[in-house]
Structure formats: structure tokens, C-alpha cells
């Protein structure tokens, strides 16, 4: 076509002029270079503006990429996360439970515990506040009632077998009143064959020792107390 068009410019120009025909046949030429450098620069661009793009969409495409496995990554951790701490807390949770469960056992052993020596000190108490009542009680009944200590000396002599003769051994502050009731007494016991008594300084109101030369045998009531006491604690 560039030679056809340069021909018919030639042809044209019968002038006989060779330096217009050459500048004639330059033209078209200048023209093509032209038009080249302008679709060559189009193409460029359109390359330059094409390459963008597709830059452009790779990154984008690349960070979208990145933010899945980035989600990806945390949900994963997330969950792996969320797994070990709920293992962690539960167990956790068993070991303070367990714990609270071992102290609850504890107190519940302790104040059984507590309980029981409470229970056992009250019936201490209580059984010792009953034998003071009690003491109190038969005091003053010895006190002011003759029967009352005739039957302390007469429970005391029953105990003795066999016939014998005895010492009586009693308070200075009961010795009249029992040297009063002897024959009384003794009207009762026949295995008694004498009975002689003795008053001893160290002895309480209300004690009554008999002396059989074999031995003694103590009827005193604070003896009796006592053995009752015992009893009544388990002792």
C-alpha cells in the first residue's frame, strides 16, 4: 500500500522536479512513523493500563487471599484456644470442687467432732450439776432428819458377813447423834455382836468407815456420790 501510494505520487508530478518528488515520497513515509509511534504508544499505555489491572487485581486478589487464611487462621486458633481454656477452666473447676468438697467433709468431721466433746462435756456438767444437787439434797436431809443418817450407818454394817465386833468410825459433827441412834441400829443387825465408835477429826459430815479388823468397809455418802457419779458418766 506505502509503495502504491509512493507511485501514484511519482506518476502524478510530471514536472521533471526531482527534488520535489523526493520530498513528495518523504511525506507518506513521516506520516506512517507517526501514526506508528502513536499506535505503538496507545498499545503501550493500553499495556501500561492493562498491566495495573492486572496488578492491581492480583493484590487484591492476594489480600483477599491473606484475609481468608488470616480468618481461617483465627477461627482455628480461636477454637483451639477456646477448647484448651474450657479444658483448662473445667478442670480447674474439678480441682476447686474437689477441694470444696474435701474442706465441706472437713468441717463436717470437725464439727461432729466439736459435737460430740460438747455433747460429752454437757453430760459431764450435767451429771455433775445433778451429784451437787443431789449432795446438797441428802446434806440437808442428814442434817434434819435422824432416819436419814440411821440408815447411812445401818446400809454400811449390812455389807459386813459373819458375826463380828466393829469400830465406827465417824464425824466429830455426827458423833452424838449417831452414838444416840447405836442401840437402834443395832436392834437390826444381829451379826453385829458390839460396835464401838469412834469420832475422827478428819472424817465429813455424813462419813461412816467401819473397822473390822480384817479390814475396812467406807459407806460415807461423799463414797457414794462419787461411785454414782462414775456410773452415770461411764467411767
Not at 511525506?27 to 499505555?45: G, Q, S, W
Not at 493500563?49 to 480461636?78: L, N
Not at 476447686?96 to 453430760?123: P, T
Not at 442434817?143 to 458375826?163: C, N, W
Request: aromatic fraction near 4%.
Amino acid at each position: 500500500m506505502l509503495q502504491h501510494k509512493m507511485r501514484f505520487e511519482v506518476e502524478s508530478d510530471d514536472s521533471g522536479d526531482d527534488s520535489g518528488i523526493a520530498l513528495q515520497a518523504t511525506k507518506p513515509v513521516e506520516c506512517l512513523i507517526e501514526m506508528a509511534k502513536r499506535d505503538a504508544d496507545a498499545i503501550r499505555n493500553n499495556a501500561q493500563g492493562e498491566a495495573h489491572e492486572i496488578i492491581a487485581q492480583a493484590t487484591s486478589e492476594a489480600q483477599r487471599i491473606k484475609e481468608q487464611a488470616k480468618e481461617a487462621g483465627f477461627q482455628e486458633g480461636f477454637q483451639e484456644g477456646f477448647q484448651a481454656g474450657f479444658q483448662k477452666g473445667l478442670e480447674e473447676a474439678q480441682k476447686r470442687f474437689l477441694a470444696e468438697i474435701d474442706e465441706a467433709q472437713r468441717l463436717k468431721e470437725e464439727i461432729i467432732r466439736e459435737r460430740e466433746s460438747l455433747y460429752q462435756q454437757f453430760e459431764r456438767d450435767l451429771v455433775a450439776l445433778a451429784v451437787d444437787i443431789a449432795k446438797r439434797a441428802i446434806y440437808d436431809r442428814l442434817e434434819a432428819d435422824d432416819e436419814v443418817l440411821a440408815q447411812v450407818v445401818e446400809s454400811t454394817l449390812r455389807k459386813i458377813q459373819g458375826k463380828v465386833k466393829v469400830q465406827l468410825k465417824v464425824s466429830k459433827h455426827d458423833y452424838r447423834r449417831i452414838s444416840s441412834l447405836k442401840e437402834r441400829v443395832l436392834s437390826k443387825l444381829h451379826h453385829i455382836e458390839s460396835m464401838d465408835i469412834i469420832e475422827d477429826d478428819f472424817l465429813s459430815p455424813g462419813s461412816c468407815v467401819v473397822d473390822t479388823g480384817r479390814g475396812t468397809i467406807d459407806g460415807s455418802v461423799d463414797v457414794r456420790l462419787r461411785e454414782i457419779e462414775a456410773v452415770m458418766v461411764g467411767h
